[in-house]
């Protein structure tokens, strides 16, 4: 069994460290979230939204979170299915990479997803055929 697979089916959770230079993936072995300190770097960081400890830091988070949510869902912005950090997509293939390296479905979040629509597979098929029929024959026409 792999270490991911051994993370993923006991449990917990994962997340990336936020410090500039550092991007330890996390996990959140005590899967209490909160407070947590990178094994790497040291620097201490919110497991639960991925950004620098600061005073106060839990009162500040849920409120920051509502809006961060709301402004998330404005800008198209979808959470990777591994690490939970935020991931953009501007234009192109549907499937993004995320900073740790796990690349997923920008539509529905799964890593290996089934959600492809069917004017997808009628562009493809489309495709496909003005291939044949290009380099052969064109009794695909």
């Known amino acids: 069994m792999s270490v991911d697979g051994w993370i993923t089916g006991n449990g917990y959770r994962r ?3 936020p410090y500039e ?3 330890e ?3 959140d072995e005590c899967k209490g979230g ?8 040291k620097g201490v960081f919110c497991f639960d939204c991925g950004v620098k400890w600061e005073t106060n830091h839990l009162e500040k988070c849920k409120r920051e979170e509502v809006v961060f949510m709301n402004a998330a869902k404005e800008e198209n912005l979808k959470r990777c299915p591994n690490c939970r950090f935020f991931v953009q997509r501007k234009s ?5 990479t995320c ?3 796990t690349s997923f479905c920008h539509k529905c979040g799964v890593e290996h997803c089934h959600c492809l629509s069917p004017e997808l597979f009628a562009d493809i098929y489309a495709r496909i055929r003005r291939f044949v029929s290009s380099a052969y024959c064109g009794c695909f026409s």
């Open 34 to 41: 909160g407070r947590q300190d990178c094994p790497r770097c």
């Open 99 to 101: 900073r740790c390296g």
């Open 15 to 17: 997340t990336v460290c």
């Open 92 to 96: 192109g293939c549907r499937y993004v």
């Open 21 to 23: 230079g550092c991007s």
């Open 25 to 27: 993936v996390v996990i």
